[in-house]
């Protein structure tokens, strides 16, 4: 049976771990360097569902940016989901990623959506309060993740893909 395919795009600043929360999601495998997207790189991957019909991730790793340009909003056209991705120890990029999902929400509505706050393995270097995360999860599911260790990286992306399917 043919998996059905949905677009996720990856947002968030520079240097969240989109690129490698990627990696580690399609290749279990995570880098130490540092390496800049520039404008997309498309991945995919199967995601088996209990009880249904394998679907296919097809992820956009989209640059990192704190504002939505007009070539960032082509690459978003389509797109079934959003993984937002903050950086724990930076602050500011949780404000990013925030911005970005008011930027796109303009043209993706019903896009089905998450936040990912990066870096677990720092979690003592962490400026994103968890008060913070408590008041947002009232809105939004948010998922505390690790592209190194992989802690949460699954359930990230197999929440998105369970309620895509619903």
């Known amino acids: 049976m043919n998996a059905v395919a949905h677009k996720l795009c ?15 999601f399609v290749h279990s495998t995570f880098s130490e360097k540092y390496l800049t997207t520039v404008g997309v790189k498309v991945d995919s991957k199967e ?8 679907m296919k991730l097809v992820v956009w790793d989209i640059a990192g940016r704190s504002q939505l340009d007009s070539l960032n909003m082509t690459y978003l056209r389509g797109a079934s989901a959003l993984l937002l991705v903050a950086d ?24 089905t959506i998450a936040l990912a706050v990066n870096k677990l393995d720092l979690v003592e270097q962490w ?4 008060a913070a995360l408590a008041e947002l999860r009232r809105s939004l599911p948010v998922h505390e993740t690790s592209a190194r260790s992989g802690a949460g990286v699954e359930a990230a992306f197999a929440d998105i893909a369970t309620r895509l399917a619903q």
């Open 47 to 54: 995601v088996a569902l209990p009880g249904r019909a394998p």
């Open 88 to 111: 724990g120890t930076r602050e500011r990029s949780l404000h990013a990623a925030l911005n970005l999902l008011m930027q796109s929400r303009t043209l993706l509505p019903d896009a």
């Open 10 to 24: 990856m947002l968030g600043d520079f240097g969240v771990g989109k690129t490698s929360l990627v990696a580690r």
């Open 127 to 130: 400026e994103v309060a968890p």
